[in-house]
């Protein structure tokens, strides 16, 4: 909803899809329609046509993804990846494992990922290197840390 709404302050028009039951999520996922709303962005929960879209944004499952993308998931991964437009996965693609680049069960092919703080160990395999596509670390004051450490014991 974040980048939704940062797309839209900027005039670009776009659309919001809801997967899931809004029951089985967290009250912080909970509150993002609502605040989707207040800025007029369309939420929809079925999926929509993607053959014309420009542009896809990837935030199904992040790096906290611990099971296979099954079902409607899975039919929502493979809609993108039939689809056109550039994808720009956010953290991880939906469906890369983060610590070791396995496939669980089916994968965004991200045009470009923007992951989190530093670059994660799945994105370095060669499955991450295939469905990551350009990948930029964004930093957002959050350190790996091992990565900290080490940076720390060779000065």
Known sequence: VAVAR???LIHVP???GLLGSRDHTSDQTKQQPTIADHYGIPVVSEQ???ANYTTI???IFGVGLSRDV???FAEV???INAAPASVMAVDMPTGLGTDDGNVMGTVVDATETVTMSYNKLGLATDNGRRFGGIVK???IGIYD???LNATLTLK
Request: hydrophobic share 45%.
């Open 6 to 8: 940062l797309l839209h």
């Open 14 to 16: 776009v659309t919001i």
């Open 48 to 50: 929509p046509d993607l």
């Open 57 to 59: 944004v990837d935030a």
């Open 70 to 72: 099954t079902g409607k």
């Open 77 to 79: 991964v493979d809609a």
């Open 137 to 139: 670390v964004a930093d």
């Open 145 to 147: 840390p091992e990565t």
